[in-house]
């Protein structure tokens, strides 16, 4: 196995994920799995190919300055599943 | 062992667009909670960035204003990091393809030249505002998030490791400062958190290159905060490195309460930020032509500026450098030299009795009672020998408590200068008669006693008469 | 005749010469809803009783003899990742069960404008990840021409709405073959169009540089007109495409004479289902009747389509699901601290193939192995549309199967995700690459499950593609043969 139990956990917490014992050996398996199977890609050479991140060329598309108007704040708090004075309301805050 | 600190900035200015960098919302400042935002900038499940023309605009004149080269292939990058304020839980900001690169700015720092150089500078959004309902972040068993300032545009702007001292690194700030204002991209309030720094900090043996294990401090709010903070930081860590102990790599806290740093006991596993491109929005590509054109648009800065006030207008260093350190302060010397006062009395003017005014009542120069084009009148009514300096005060004064122009002053309040020779030698005369001990002392060869009359001369004239006349016709009737 | 079988142009007539009304035909469609939808489970949210105001609207507009869009009055659906303002959208997810859009999406803006009737939002797989809508967190959707077998995915609601004559069309998202393959499933034609040529702010995004929207019809007529509502510019969607927009309607034409057919050798793959590759043989052969010349064509990277697409999109999506975190909105399952309360929320309401997918991307974009999994991934995206580009300097479209199967049996691929993803062979490389395709019912398993042929075409070459698929599905009669479902049928 290329992938440890503890590469998956360590991964978890990147995902704000955690993942019971249970499971763990499963997940580790899969993503081993996973990992093994697109090693087919260290085949193709591409010292020379520039990646690609976009679909299809499009470049420099910008927005006018503008002001539009904003969500009245009730629309904007509707989804809040904690809220206080017209603020969006969460739990301690321990790191920075 | 004698320790050199090595410091470096990293500036977070605040742009003065109208509308937050992706989205419409306004960027103004004030406004109630939560009501500044839209589905863009709360993050909602399904929206799409559109980047800000006037963003790129200003990032670009910054960067040529501080040198840099402006990449012709740029691009946003996502930033990955939980926390709160920043409603996708990634900063969409940029990494590898900098708008700007390898810039640099000179600061003067006890007479002396240095050359600051900067890494980058990059287009990126604003986080949101934590609200604690406890004195400090820590102690809150809640926090209430405001998203109003999400997505307002940033600069970052990021030094390399090149100042040594505080002094050095607030005097960089305030020329990274006076830049911004120059090309009037960010209103720099640094009291509304338009500007603000991360700085690190760490020591190595004098006459080393290799750098020590540094700390960071983040958002510095005020130049004050900034030296403070490095002041404090470099003793510490000499103090750590003298007992023989090393510097653990972390960030620290400012606390300016009680004017010391304190470690924020982070978690140790490190930010593993994750960047990568921004697929939602397209790369930015400029040619050398449009970024020409932004240099021929690039207004006088500050260095060009003080060249031309010492050059052309022989003013010492140090006023041209005062004078020229904020652009509004500058422009304001142009406009009271432009009718033809004299550029060395204004800047006496400005840096003396009008700053005095100003910081007495808490103004900036832009909301000054006394205008530009009144303290040039002013000023050339001294040069031309109507009022005295003297005079000059009174008249100041009263333009700072009135609309009126100064000939008006001058002319209501009767303080015209008294040039007239028969109307000075009179009091001359009545003084002389007066005052035999000094015409004596001064008949007998102490020739300092003619203070003492010339100020006799003055008290009884009201201070009206030209003092230099005054002068020359008590010299010419005590040698007779 | 029933109404609910009818393709909309078919009904759009009849709307026009009044043979029936709007409200006749909703409620036509309702009645089959009541009938079938415990069995196929084709929808997450209805929206009956707006649903029947906009067809009162359109029949008082007829009524007033004023003239109709093309969508008029003819009910519809919309994959549940496409935003609707006042309707809920939960991307089939546990962690966005309560949430309501204050905003549309652009496509829905578009198709207000033609005042279509809008059934409900239909059953996907949880946040687009998966190909058989098992993993929606409410409940699978069922096939409807067999309802033990999966309807594809992640579009499986929308597809087997249509397939079931519980919506005359509706609209899906392809991400890698999401749209395609539930179409191939379902027997109803479905297209994913040029990445950029529909707008996607508005849609829930799983992986941005892939993620498009497009329809599921019952034929390719109805396809060109629903493209025509909602393809197009958008200020709000950077990544839009610029170009202008042609009728679709006029591609509709039956002519593929001379028309240059590339076969890749590499999409018949060893795996490949029999009885798919009979269909897809005897359609090119159709074809080569019609006119059309084919031509071998290799795209040799295809064999790396499936690792690049399954690092790429898992890289995007963890970075576009970081969002959902219990903050403000969504759902929030508290904790001690604000990290506690983060990660128990993404825990216990994110499904499992969003978990893995998550994973997976924050692994390949994580420091040490960025260069070596997701950067070579993008490397090898380049390779995969340089091998299009190639190919398109020969022929004028590409022909290949859909999916290598027919619709598989509901719970059969579950435990084995990695067989799972080996199913989106024929339809990633064309999202990896930005292309068109569609596809179109060609026939029928051993098991009279329905099969489909993908048509590939340039960027921006959607005529092509309608042209080629209409001229195709007018020479034979498999797009108006509707599934049985299981006895009920009124
Ligand atoms: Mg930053
Ligand atoms: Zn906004």
């Known amino acids: 196995m290329k992938v440890s139990k503890k590469d998956m956990e360590n991964v978890a917490v990147l995902s704000r994920l955690s993942i019971p014992e249970a499971e763990a050996a499963q997940y580790t398996s899969q993503l081993d799995a996973f990992l093994a199977y697109v090693e087919n890609l260290k085949s193709v050479p591409t010292d020379s190919v520039k990646p690609t991140t976009y679909a299809l060329p499009v470049q420099n598309v910008f927005r006018e300055d503008v002001v539009k108007p904003s969500l009245e704040r009730e629309a904007a708090l509707a989804n809040a599943p904690l809220r206080e004075d017209g603020y969006f309301k969460v739990p301690r805050i321990l790191e920075e | 062992m004698n320790y050199e600190a090595v410091i470096g900035l990293e500036i977070h200015s605040e742009l003065k ?426 008949q007998g060869g102490n020739k300092k006693a003619i203070g003492a009359l010339v100020g006799q001369v003055m008290k009884q004239s009201k201070g009206k008469a030209n003092p230099a006349m005054v002068n020359q016709l008590l010299a010419a009737r005590l040698e007779q | 005749m029933k109404l609910y079988d009818q393709p909309a142009h078919v009904l759009h007539d009849m709307l026009v010469n009044k043979e029936i009304t709007a409200t006749e035909l909703t409620q036509a469609v309702l009645a089959r809803m009541d009938a079938v939808e415990d069995e196929v489970g084709a929808y997450l949210t209805q929206t009956r009783d707006t649903a029947l105001q906009q067809a009162a609207q359109t029949d008082a507009k007829i009524a007033r003899g004023e003239a109709i869009a093309f969508l008029e009055g003819i009910p519809g659906a919309l994959k549940d990742n496409i935003c609707t303002k006042g309707v809920k959208t939960t991307c089939a997810s546990k962690i966005l069960e309560h949430f309501v859009p204050p905003y549309n999406a652009a496509v829905v803006e578009k198709l207000q404008a033609a005042n279509p009737v809008l059934l409900g939002k239909t059953n996907m797989d949880e946040f687009a990840m998966g190909g058989s809508t098992e993993n929606s967190a409410y409940h699978p959707t069922h096939n409807p021409w067999n309802t033990e077998c999966v309807p594809g995915g992640s579009s499986g609601g929308s597809a087997a709405a249509v397939a079931a004559g519980m919506a005359i069309w509706a609209l899906g998202s392809d991400t890698g073959g999401s749209i395609r393959q539930p179409a191939s499933f379902c027997g109803v034609v479905g297209m994913k169009p040029t990445y950029g040529r529909v707008s996607r702010y508005g849609l829930v995004a799983y992986a941005s540089s892939l993620d498009q929207i497009g329809p599921l019809t019952r034929d390719v007529t109805d396809c060109a007109h629903l493209l025509n509502v909602i393809a197009g510019h958008d200020a709000m969607d950077s990544t839009s495409s610029a170009a202008a927009v042609p009728d679709y309607t006029k591609a509709l034409v039956q002519d593929v004479k001379g028309l240059k057919i590339g076969l890749p050798k590499e999409y018949f793959v060893k795996g490949m289902d029999a009885d798919v590759e009979k269909a897809i043989r005897t359609a090119i052969e159709q074809f080569r009747v019609l006119g059309a010349e084919i031509i071998d064509i290799s795209l040799p990277h295809t064999e790396y389509a499936i690792s690049t697409y399954y690092l790429i999109a898992p890289a995007e999506a963890a970075t576009n699901l ?112 930005g292309l068109p395709g569609i596809s179109v019912p060609c026939g029928y398993s051993n098991q009279h499950m329905p099969i489909g042929l993908q048509i590939i075409g340039k960027p921006l070459a959607e005529e092509t593609l309608l042209r080629t698929a209409y001229t195709y599905e007018q020479s034979q009669s498999f797009h108006k043969e509707m599934a049985v479902l299981g006895g009920k049928q009124a």
């Open chain 2, 17 to 442: 667009t109208n509308t937050k960098i992706f989205c419409g919302c306004a960027t103004s400042f004030g406004a109630e909670q939560n009501t500044h935002v839209c589905p863009v900038c709360l993050g909602l499940p399904g929206v799409l960035p559109v980047v800000n023309k006037r963003v790129v605009e200003f990032a670009i004149k910054a960067g040529l204003a501080t040198n840099c080269t402006i990449n012709n292939y740029s691009k946003f990058d996502r930033k990955n990091y939980y926390y709160p304020d920043l409603p996708k839980n990634f900063q969409t900001s940029q990494y590898d393809l900098p708008i700007a690169e390898h810039g640099y700015v000179d600061i003067e720092v006890d007479g002396k030249t240095k050359r600051i150089r900067l890494t980058r500078i990059h287009m990126e959004e604003d986080a949101g505002k934590l609200v604690h309902s406890g004195t400090t972040i820590k102690d809150s068993a809640t926090s209430n998030v405001d998203y109003n300032r999400t997505g307002v545009p940033l600069l970052e702007i990021v030094s390399e490791p090149d100042m040594s001292s505080a002094a050095e690194a607030r005097t960089y700030m305030e020329k990274v400062k006076s830049i911004l204002e120059y090309i009037d991209v960010s209103n720099c309030r640094m009291e509304q958190g338009n500007l603000r720094a991360d700085l690190n900090v760490s020591l190595r043996p004098v006459g080393t290159t290799e750098l020590g294990t540094r700390t960071e401090m983040k958002n510095i709010n005020s130049f004050k905060a900034l030296e403070d903070a490095i002041s404090y930081e470099i003793e510490r860590q000499t103090e750590v490195l003298e007992d023989g102990g090393h510097i653990v790599q972390e960030t620290r806290t400012w606390d300016p309460a009680r004017g010391i740093t304190l470690s924020m006991r982070s978690k140790e596993e490190a930010h593993d930020y994750r960047y990568m491109p921004e697929p939602d929005l397209p790369p930015i590509v400029t040619t050398p032509e449009q970024i020409e054109r932004y240099r021929q648009e690039l207004p006088e800065l500050p260095d060009a500026r003080q060249a031309r006030l010492t050059g052309q207008y022989g003013l010492s260093a140090y006023d041209a450098a005062v004078i020229t350190a904020s652009r509004q302060l500058a422009e304001y010397f142009d406009a009271v030299i432009v009718d033809g006062a004299d550029p060395k009395l204004a800047a006496n003017w400005i840096m003396g009795d009008l700053a005095k005014n100003l910081n007495a009542e808490g103004k900036t120069i832009e909301d000054s009672p006394v205008e530009a084009k009144r303290l040039g009148a002013m000023i050339l009514l001294i040069s031309k020998g109507t009022i005295s300096s003297k005079i000059a005060k009174k008249v100041f004064e009263e333009m700072w408590k009135s609309p009126d122009d100064p000939e008006k002053i001058v002319k209501d309040k009767g303080l015209v200068q008294i040039t007239d020779t028969k109307a000075i030698e009179a009091i001359v005369d009545a003084v002389i008669a007066a005052n035999p001990k000094p015409v004596a002392d001064y």
């Open chain 3, 322 to 433: 970081e969002r959902y975190d219990g903050v403000s909105y969504g759902e929030r399952i508290d904790g001690v601290d604000i990290m506690e309360m983060m990660t128990n929320t993404r825990t216990q309401k994110f499904g499992a193939e969003v978990k893995r997918r998550i994973m997976i991307g924050n692994y390949a974009l994580s420091a040490g192995y960025y260069d070596a999994y997701y950067l070579k991934a993008l490397k090898v995206r380049t390779l995969i549309q340089q091998d299009y580009a190639k190919a398109f300097e020969t022929v004028d479209v590409i022909v290949a199967p859909t999916a290598p199967t027919p619709a598989f049996k509901i719970g059969s691929m579950i435990s084995d995700p990695l067989q799972m993803y080996l199913q989106d062979v024929c339809t990633v490389p064309l999202n990896l690459a």
